[in-house]
């Protein structure tokens, strides 16, 4: 109260000039409000708004929203006056025609009538009179309607899309393979392929060691090799032309791993560093690996994680292990092609 600089008899003096200006819009000044000559709106709005700059509270505030309220709904019908047209009766009608038309003797002169009525007969429209169907003059034609036609039940037309099939020994629909199983089958291909490659360039260099063995022996080792016949998964995986086609290689990759058929681990291995060739210095790096995986009957259940793989861990992995050519092709159509400079800069594989 003392903030706001008002005491309460001065705000009982503002609710009392409220509430009387709320009486004069319902009483006295309710007609006279609705009359735009009047001004009388005007005069009550700009009194409400002297006793709102009064109001600090919400009861003063509630009685100036009921006075608005008032002052809005005569505002409306002020305006629905304003939008009137004027309105003609049959009396109102008679009265003119009879101030219009009389004659000296106080007689209704129905020949000065007819000649004011005639001359809006007379008149013909500049234009071309037309209507919907275009001018009267038009011949008409009518128009020819198609026969109807018996649709086929959509079960006739896929029997004979099929009898056409069969005598063209064309595949159907459902015996064809989508785009994204073909190039699941062409990725298990080239891992296969590479898998060979890899297990029998062991097997050439470890050749002179497996002639010395005993055939069992050579068995079991020729059984390891194959386990460690693995191929670089960045080399295998990633396309350096298109990152969008790395992702989707790594996605369709991870069906052949649930379906037993590949498998993605990490191998250590020893590499010289070129810091330290002087020294004869040597350091153990790791590099994800992807190996074929005959088909078992009890496959390990596979588990699923979630890979984070942006576009500058995309360039700096093919940079790093030095991805020219991806094993898996490009597919032509892709947008998305890094810069020649970005990925011929060959450096030692990083530790990932």
């Known amino acids: 109260m003392e903030e706001s600089g008002q005491t309460d008899a001065e705000r009982r003096r503002l609710r009392a000039q409220q509430r009387e200006l709320q009486k004069q819009m319902l009483a006295k000044k309710g007609d006279a409000m609705v009359d735009p000559e ?24 509630v009685l100036d929203g009921e006075n608005l309220k008032l002052i809005s709904s005569s505002a409306a019908k002020q305006l629905d006056r304003l939008m009137e047209v004027p ?12 101030e219009k038309c009389k004659d000296r003797d106080r007689s209704f002169n129905w020949k000065s009538l007819g000649q004011a ?32 036609e018996r649709r086929k039940p959509v079960e006739e037309e896929e029997d004979e899309e099929e009898i056409s099939r069969q005598e063209k020994n064309e595949p159907s629909a459902s015996d064809k393979l989508s785009a994204v199983e073909k190039h699941m089958v062409a990725i298990d291909q080239i891992l296969k392929k590479r898998c060979r490659s890899e297990l029998k360039r062991k097997v050439e260099a470890m050749e002179s060691e497996l002639k010395e063995m005993k055939p069992e022996e050579k068995k079991k080792t020729i059984s390891k090799l194959q386990r460690k016949a693995d191929i670089c998964a960045i080399q295998y995986l990633f396309n350096p ?20 058929s590949a ?5 250590q291995d020893e590499k010289n560093d070129q810091d330290d060739e002087e020294s004869g210095k040597t350091r153990k790096g790791t590099r994800p690996v992807v190996t074929h995986m005959m088909m078992k009957k009890n496959v390990v259940q596979p588990k699923q994680a979630i890979v984070s793989l942006d576009m500058q861990d995309w360039k700096d992995l093919c940079q790093s292990f030095n991805v020219r050519k991806g094993d898996i092709p490009h597919r032509t159509g892709s947008r998305h092609a890094p810069p020649a400079s970005s990925l011929s800069q060959s450096s030692a594989p990083a530790d990932i």
């Not at 709005?45 to 006793?51: C, T």
């Not at 309105?87 to 025609?97: G, M, V």
């Not at 032309?241 to 037993?260: D, P």
């Open 241 to 260: 032309r298109s990152f969008t086609q790395t992702v989707e290689n790594i996605f369709n990759f991870s069906f052949l791993i649930k379906k037993g």
């Open 263 to 267: 498998r993605i681990s990490v191998r």
């Open 38 to 61: 009047t001004g009388v709106l005007e005069q009550v709005q700009e009194e409400n708004n002297v006793l709102w700059d009064q109001v600090r509270f919400a009861r003063e505030a």
């Open 117 to 148: 009525a005639g001359a809006c007969f007379n008149s013909v429209p500049t234009n071309v009179v037309s209507f919907l169907n275009g001018p009267m003059d038009a011949e008409y034609t009518p128009k020819v309607r198609k026969k109807p």
């Open 87 to 98: 309105r003609y009766d049959a009396l109102k009608l008679c009265s003119k025609l009879r």
